[in-house]
């Protein structure tokens, strides 16, 4: 009989260790220590969640939701960013992660990170690994309005080989967003809640709108979170406005020349 999807029950992420000998190298202690700190709660209006369990070299995610229905794209979005934190953490040990998504948003897993090889860890994995932490910590402030040029920063962070990210209130020119204040919201955003006329709001793009696209949003969207933390900027990720498969597509036609579909909005603020 096939294993039932978690469900939500009290808030918060669910981890399962599996310890198994079928592998000769499993992880040790003090590595599963990192990979449990990097599933700790992080607040935020779309914080990274899911169910997670951890076995050999490898890390399995499910994406978290409230009845029987496939998880909703919120809840794709957040087990992306929980994938993020935890390729993040594996980088600092010194592992290169390889991602792996299901086709099928309910099948238990729906993501598997597996350490694919060891690759010693580069300064910039060591400081995007100390931030992640100091992000859960909530030890992390902002250091002022934000600039052009932390603004471009974050843009080019967020970017992976299937995201990337665009200005959502203000031009962007060959990819880099050029930051204005004050900013103009396009028509999608009238009812969405946010300082567009104060602060920018990076619009995270995929070509695609399948369950690996919106799970790709989550990690790119992750991503912008730790490089503008790391910029002394502090970023929120919001997806509500992108519930739909028609809005998502709707503000990708209105802000990308490349037809993209918009996973998620990241508010970058001091």
């Given at each position: ?105 309910g099948v238990t897993p729906l ?55 665009v200005l959502a209130n203000g ?100």
């Amino acid at each position: 009989m096939a294993t039932p999807p978690p469900t939500r029950e009290s808030g918060g992420i669910v981890v399962v260790v599996r310890v198994t000998r079928t592998r000769p190298e499993p992880w040790s202690p003090a590595e599963l220590a990192v990979l449990l700190q990097a599933v700790e709660p992080l607040s935020g209006p779309t914080p990274p969640d899911g169910s997670v369990a951890v076995r050999d070299r490898v890390v399995e995610i499910t994406a978290l939701h409230d009845d029987e229905s496939s998880p909703a794209h919120g809840a794709l979005v957040a087990a992306g960013r929980l994938a993020a934190g935890l390729e993040i953490a594996m980088r600092s040990l010194g592992w290169e992660p390889r991602r792996e998504v299901a086709d099928d948003p309910g099948v238990t897993p729906l993501i598997t990170v597996r350490a694919a090889r060891r690759r010693a860890a580069i300064p910039l994995a060591l400081a995007r690994h100390r931030i992640d932490r100091r992000l859960r910590e909530g030890t992390v402030y902002g250091r002022g309005r934000p600039e052009l040029a932390q603004v471009v920063d974050v843009a080019h962070g967020t970017s992976t080989t299937r995201a990337w990210a665009v200005l959502a209130n203000g031009p962007s020119h060959d990819g880099a967003p050029s930051w204005r204040t004050p900013g103009t919201p396009v028509p999608e955003a009238t009812d969405v809640a946010l300082p567009w006329r104060r602060d920018p709001v990076l619009a995270v793009c995929t070509h695609g709108n399948e369950v690996a696209d919106q799970v790709t949003g989550g990690v790119a969207a992750h991503r912008a979170v730790v490089t503008a933390a790391l910029r002394g900027l502090r970023a929120d990720v919001h997806t509500d406005p992108l519930r739909t498969a028609a809005a998502r597509a709707a503000w990708g036609r209105r802000l990308d020349a490349r037809g993209g579909h918009v996973q998620a909005l990241v508010h970058l603020h001091p």
